[in-house]
T-cell receptor
Framework: NAGVTQTPKFQVLKTGQSMTLQCAQD?????MSWYRQDPGMGLRLIHYSVGAGITDQGEVPNGYNVSRSTTEDFPLRLLSAAPSQTSVYFC??????????FGEGSWLTVV | DQQVKQNSPSLSVQEGRISILNCDYT??????FLWYKKYPAEGPTFLIS?????DKNEDGRFTVFLNKSAKHLSLHIVPSQPGDSAVYFC????????????FGKGTHLIIQP
């Protein structure tokens, strides 16, 4: 029973590098989303998707790209990493109106 | 402009007593409210939720109260246990969570023996 799986758990990037944070869920949930959490802050929504082929921006989308080609996967891309993107990233999924489940997080440091 | 506010960064409660965590919101379009518990180095874990058509929801030791006129909700934990020590986040959404959640900054609950 995997739930929401995020990879990698830890990553160090140099400024300007690109990378993709992977998120997969095995619950057949329509809704998936990405959040970031910074020290002393709550989680802030980056991008979300209400189904395959449909994505939209959240509160803090700049510097991030997403796509949803399948129901199961929702990768988050950083095209040119900046130190301001040092954060903990959480992926989440749910049915409409259902419990929203989170992955265990991905710790990203940009130097 | 913070739409969901948790004004107490931390709260210390004795084991066995009641813990009350508070949350205020400003967006009158929010219709679904949730509480999450988070341990360090882990993802948030869902605790309990409430729809705006209700004013109370219970699940075991956890009860959430919603006061729509005051735009205020609270989480009661009775009795408090050592394992309840964690950061608690209040979250809210419109339309059942389809377009994501808006979180408060969290309250660090410390249960003292």
């Amino acid at each position: 029973n995997a739930g929401v799986t995020q990879t990698p758990k830890f990553q160090v990037l140099k400024t300007g590098q690109s990378m993709t944070l992977q998120c997969a869920q095995d619950m057949n949930h329509e809704y998936m989303s990405w959040y970031r959490q910074d020290p002393g802050m709550g989680l802030r929504l980056i991008h979300y998707s209400v189904g395959a082929g449909i994505t939209d921006q959240g509160e803090v989308p700049n510097g991030y790209n997403v796509s949803r080609s399948t129901t199961e996967d929702f990768p988050l891309r950083l095209l040119s990493a900046a130190p301001s993107q040092t954060s903990v990233y959480f992926c989440a999924s749910s049915y409409r109106g259902g419990t929203i489940y989170f992955g265990e997080g991905s710790w990203l440091t940009v130097v | 402009d913070q739409q969901v506010k948790q004004n107490s960064p931390s709260l210390s409660v004795q084991e066995g007593r009641i813990s009350i965590l508070n949350c205020d919101y400003t967006n009158s379009m929010f219709d679904y409210f949730l509480w999450y518990k988070k341990y360090p180095a882990e993802g948030p874990t869902f605790l309990i939720s409430i729809s705006s058509i209700k004013d109370k929801n219970e699940d075991g030791r956890f009860t959430v109260f919603l006061n729509k006129s005051a735009k205020h909700l609270s989480l009661h934990i009775v009795p408090s246990q050592p394992g309840d020590s964690a950061v608690y986040f209040c979250a809210a959404s419109e339309g059942g969570g389809a377009d994501g959640l808006t979180f408060g900054k969290g309250t660090h609950l410390i249960i003292q023996p």
